[in-house]
């Protein structure tokens, strides 16, 4: 060690002065904060973001700044900096200019540490878990050790802590800047070397040397895993080595290990002497690889193995790493910090061993340069996932980089054979994909490390509503997240339905109506969706479809007919033939159902739904259910006000006996109407409701507007009155379409055209 370091390690622990903080708010900086304000220094910090860490450490003393500014920092004896932050960082540059001393993050903590026994945890993978778990350990053993780890742990507390009381410190050395070479640890904890962070080091062969220099640095033991050919290969030559792990050549051994859904018990053996069982609980074989180094590192320190045994039984994990955020006989959701392929892997061979019969995984890549430099490795990592959607990466500090996107990893896996892997580029739709495939008996890794948890948490929140909305439709009913609008719609557009339900009988409609109410979510019916404009940001909150079971009965009694609010016209058009009913023939022309027919009181060939009905059933807001007579009912051209607050359930018709020939014939006529004046495309039937002066349809075909189109939603060549998908249109093209022929039939004829057709949803 230089005076200068020694010098650090006096001005950091031993003395109080002004110190301020570049990017405090980083997961190793706050820690850095926490202990400098443990032992007793003015402690100040600048970052663009605020978090829960820096909101608790503003509570224990820290100056926060929102910007960095020189003026904040004008008092600092010490400026500690992240290796995020950018060279002409305006602190930064005004503290180097003063002749201020200014120290990587690194610095300070190995200066810190050096000040105790260190003990530094370090490798690629596992570092927070086994350093946190070290730490666990010796404070359970009665060591009272200060510690440093990389995330927030709830069983230490914080995520990093002075004990002036003991002698030790454990720290979760960082290796992807090639500051743990700046270490003079007592005792190393080595737990794999792999080539990583290929952003800074040329090689492997440079990550070696940097390992290297470390474990001569060491003055105590270098403990290692020797299932890991890297770590064992580098570590095996030092003085003073103790390995670990599963192999028979391991100073420490696991035997009889069982893997169990979210825990692991084995075996420890010290050489030949049996030390007794542990019992681990997090999961995975790589934490009984983890936790081994922390019982060789224990039991070395002096302490005994049945209290290692109970501390380990308590270990609670970090956060992040295989962390459940929803538990239902039905669905597991689990949050990995995993982002190198070998995490990935070993994170996935954890999440197949749950039981549960698929994995479906989101995977957001973690930085420009690893994505390019590990992306063959990428592209094997996923083969234990049945469904992998990736979106797009999270640059953490790098610029992006031309042609690296998530697009890359997710043509590697496909080319290595994957069928089930797609690229979502929005972040914030991740889980609208991901919950659209769910179904029962799936696990849900969301996998990373920059912000593709949130998207898990969005969806255990939603998944939370959509189990209730189960138990309201039961067995026979179905619930779905996120489901494309689109496949719902005659017209083929639409973003999706946050939750879509399909009850299959009036109390299931009843229970949804009562349940949305209490807990404040809107509702919307859907029938048929053949009269229906979703725009492309979809619908939030409940969207039902009656259908199936007593929704799409059709019960024939005298001259009546008593059809369910899912039941097609069409369908009714043919009981009444088959029953030999006249009047109503027409309703074949309608796409539609009958919840749709009455809620517009729709009509074709001069006929109108009102016309027939009888009687209808509805639910009101709250559930309730009532039955009321057509002389009860306010209808209009198009509208029947009743329905904007209440739910149909069924609706009764009356036909006239006639012959069945008669019948056939108007049935005929109707067919031949629609068949040569109707498109067959993909459409909403009329867009337009029949102006007075003139109908829609003539209108548009005057104004020579037939065959105009924006995208691919072109008005029908065939009828003015339609607007036809030509495939792959989105309600964005429709809505603008419609804007147009309303505009034209202002300028040019005074007419104020008004749609039939409901607009429902957000834009995007
Ligand atoms: N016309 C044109 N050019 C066109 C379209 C129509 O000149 O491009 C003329 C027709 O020749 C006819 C008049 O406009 O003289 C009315 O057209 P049509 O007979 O096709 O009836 P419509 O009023 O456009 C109504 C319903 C349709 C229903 C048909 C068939 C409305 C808004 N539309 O159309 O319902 O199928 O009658 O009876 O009332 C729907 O509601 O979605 C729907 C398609």
């Known amino acids: 060690m230089t005076t200068a370091d020694v010098d650090l390690t006096k001005f950091l622990t031993q003395e109080r002065h002004n110190i301020h903080l570049i990017g405090v708010a980083g997961s190793g900086m706050s820690g850095i904060a926490g202990l400098l304000l443990q032992l007793g220094h003015h402690v100040s910090g600048s970052d663009k973001l605020d978090t829960l860490e820096t909101d608790r450490l503003e509570r224990l003393g820290l100056k926060f700044y929102h910007q960095h500014r020189a003026a904040e920092a004008r008092d600092a004896e010490l400026v500690i900096y992240s290796s995020a932050i950018k060279k002409d960082n305006p602190i930064l540059k005004s503290a180097q200019e003063s002749g201020k001393r200014t120290v990587r993050r690194a610095e300070a903590l190995a200066a810190i540490m050096s000040a105790k026994r260190g003990i530094l945890v370090v490798g690629m993978h596992g570092k927070t878990t086994t350093s946190a778990m070290a730490a666990h350990v010796l404070r359970e053993g009665g060591l009272h050790p200060s510690h440093y780890v990389g995330a927030e742990i709830p069983i230490l507390g914080t995520n990093a802590h002075w004990d002036a009381r003991g002698e030790y410190f454990v720290a979760e050395g960082d290796e992807s800047d090639g500051t743990i070479a700046l270490f003079h640890p007592e005792h190393a904890l080595v737990l794999n070397i792999e080539e990583e962070h290929l952003d800074f080091y040329a090689d492997l062969a440079a990550i070696e040397k940097v390992f290297r220099q470390l474990l001569a640095q060491t003055t105590g033991k270098v403990f290692y895993c020797a299932d890991e050919p890297n770590a064992t290969r580098i570590c095996r030559s030092s003085d003073r080595v103790i390995c670990y792990g599963l192999s028979d050549e391991a100073d420490y051994r696991a035997t009889d290990i069982e893997l169990r859904n979210f825990s692991s018990a084995f075996w420890v053996y010290r050489g030949k002497e049996r030390l007794g069982e542990a019992v681990l609980n997090v999961p995975g074989e790589h934490n009984v690889r983890n936790a081994l180094g922390v019982i060789a590192l224990a039991t070395e320190l002096g302490v005994p193995f ?19 955020k929803y538990d239902s006989p039905r669905f597991l959701l689990v949050d990995d910090y995993g982002h190198h392929p070998t995490e990935i892997k070993a994170t996935l061979k954890t999440a197949r061993s749950v039981g549960r019969t698929r994995v479906l995984t989101m995977f957001q890549p973690h930085r420009y340069s690893r994505t390019k430099a590990l992306r063959k490795e990428f592209g094997h990592a996923f083969d234990q996932a049945d469904r992998v959607v990736i979106t797009d990466v999270y640059g953490s500090n790098e610029s992006p980089m031309p042609g690296v996107t998530g697009q890359l990893i997710v043509d590697e896996i496909a080319a290595h054979g994957h069928c089930g892997v797609s690229y979502q580029p929005r972040l914030e739709w991740v889980h609208r994909d991901v919950g659209n495939l769910l179904e029962p008996g799936d696990l849900v890794l969301s996998l990373g490390a920059g912000n593709i948890h949130e998207q898990l948490s969005i969806l255990a929140a939603d998944l939370v509503i959509a189990e209730k909305l189960k138990e309201i439709v039961g067995e026979s009913g179905d619930v779905r997240l996120y489901e494309p609008l689109s496949k719902h719609t005659t017209l083929r557009v639409g973003g999706p339905a946050q939750f879509w339900v399909e009850p299959r009988n009036e109390t299931a409609l009843s229970e949804l109506i ?5 807990d404040n979510l809107p509702l919307f019916v859907i029938g048929r969706g053949s009269n229906l404009l979703v725009r492309d940001g979809g619908i939030r909150g409940v969207v039902v479809h009656p259908s199936g079971g007593d929704f799409d009965k059709i019960d024939i009694h005298g001259n009546e007919m008593t059809a369910g609010v899912g039941a097609k016209l069409k369908e009714i058009a043919y009981a009444a033939r088959a029953a030999d009913l006249g ?14 027919a009455l809620r517009m009181n729709a009509g074709a060939m001069g006929a109108q739904t009102f016309e027939k009905v009888v009687r209808i059933r509805y639910l009101d807001g709250e559930g309730n259910p009532h039955d009321k007579d057509r002389h009860e009912l306010e209808v209009h051209y198009r509208h029947f006000p009743l329905l904007e607050q209440n739910f149909a359930v069924s609706a009764t018709f009356r036909g ?27 459409s909403a039937g009329c867009i337009f409701k029949n102006p007075e002066k003139c109908p829609a349809g003539k209108l548009v075909d005057e104004l020579g507007l037939k065959n105009s189109s924006v995208g691919k939603a072109r008005v029908s060549e065939v009828h003015g009155n339609f607007i036809v998908n030509d495939g792959g249109a989105t309600a964005t093209d429709m809505l603008e379409l419609i804007d147009r022929i309303k505009q034209a039939a202002r300028s040019k004829r005074g007419i104020e055209l008004e749609t039939e057709v409901q607009i429902v949803g957000e834009p995007i």
């Open 583 to 596: 009047g109503l023939e027409w309703m074949e022309g309608i796409p539609g159902a009958v919840g749709g």
């Open 306 to 324: 049945e209290k290692i045994a109970k501390s380990l039984t308590k270990f609670q994990h970090a956060r992040r790493r295989f962390e459940i």
């Open 514 to 518: 009562r349940f949305c109410r209490r």
């Open 656 to 682: 006239s006996p006639a012959p069945r020939e008669q019948i056939e014939s108007r049935l005929h006529e109707s067919q031949e109407k629609r068949r040569t004046t109707q498109p067959i495309a993909k």
